[in-house]
T-cell receptor
Framework: ETGVTQTPRHLVMGMTNKKSLKCEQH?????MYWYKQSAKKPLELMFV???????ENNSVPSRFSPECPNSSHLFLHLHTLQPEDSALYLC??????????????FGEGSWLTVV | GENVEQHPSTLSVQEGDSAVIKCTYS??????FPWYKQELGKRPQLIID?????GEKKDQRIAVTLNKTAKHFSLHITETQPEDSAVYFC??????????????FGKGTKLSVKP
């Protein structure tokens, strides 16, 4: 199943580095999401884009910067991260937000380690 | 906003036994309740869902029940097998439009099926 693909799958970065996570969906969906998954908060919603417009920023620190150039692509730009930001970052997509039966399809995730 | 509580956090059963995971939600307007299974190192995948106009839904060994009055829903797995071992997440869709229309996830249940 390759509906939602994420790259890279694994990333190790220093606290002063700048890197980006990429997500692409091939399902014709209009909404895309970034989730952070860690032991403390298993599925923590970070950002939501609906028809390329950001509709939710769940109090995420500014060192995480999302970008959604079109409905099929979503990026998460990372800079000056902290070790506690190490986690699995999951991208997801759905038909659109706000509609009943809004099944979310997840990508395989990007394992991020901040050293 | 919506709040989803999931219990238990860990569950260990013998192969062939049944497993039950329970979730409660706070927003009576929530109308869609999916369950996701996440195997170790893999992405969460939808296994079954139920809408608010239905009380029960079954798919082979998996069933979900919904009690709208009590605002709780449960996942039932019968004749468990070792491959059922995973983390299971429940979720609720608040039913509102726009930025209120995002799935709210429970904290997950780690199910271990012992052979």
């Amino acid at each position: 199943e390759t509906g939602v693909t994420q790259t890279p799958r694994h990333l190790v970065m220093g606290m002063t580095n700048k890197k980006s996570l990429k997500c692409e969906q091939h399902l014709g969906h209009n909404a895309m999401y970034w989730y952070k998954q860690s032991a403390k908060k298993p599925l923590e919603l970070m950002f939501v884009y609906n028809f390329k417009e950001q509709t939710e920023n769940n109090s995420v620190p500014s060192r995480f910067s999302p970008e959604c150039p079109n409905s099929s692509h979503l990026f998460l730009h990372l800079h000056t991260l902290q070790p506690e930001d190490s986690a699995l970052y999951l991208c997801a997509s759905s038909q659109a937000t706000g509609s009943s039966g809004n099944t979310i399809y997840f990508g395989e995730g990007s394992w991020l380690t901040v050293v | 906003g919506e709040n989803v509580e999931q219990h238990p956090s860990t569950l260990s059963v013998q192969e062939g036994d049944s497993a039950v995971i329970k979730c409660t939600y706070s927003d009576s307007a929530s109308n869609y309740f999916p369950w996701y299974k996440q195997e170790l190192g893999k992405r969460p995948q939808l296994i079954i869902d139920i809408r608010s106009n239905v009380g029960e839904k079954k798919d082979q060994r998996i069933a979900v029940t919904l009690n709208k009055t009590a605002k709780h829903f449960s996942l039932h797995i019968t004749e468990t097998q070792p491959e059922d071992s995973a983390v299971y997440f429940c979720a609720a869709h608040p039913g509102g439009g726009g930025s209120q229309g995002n799935l709210i996830f429970g904290k997950g249940t780690k199910l271990s099926v012992k052979p």
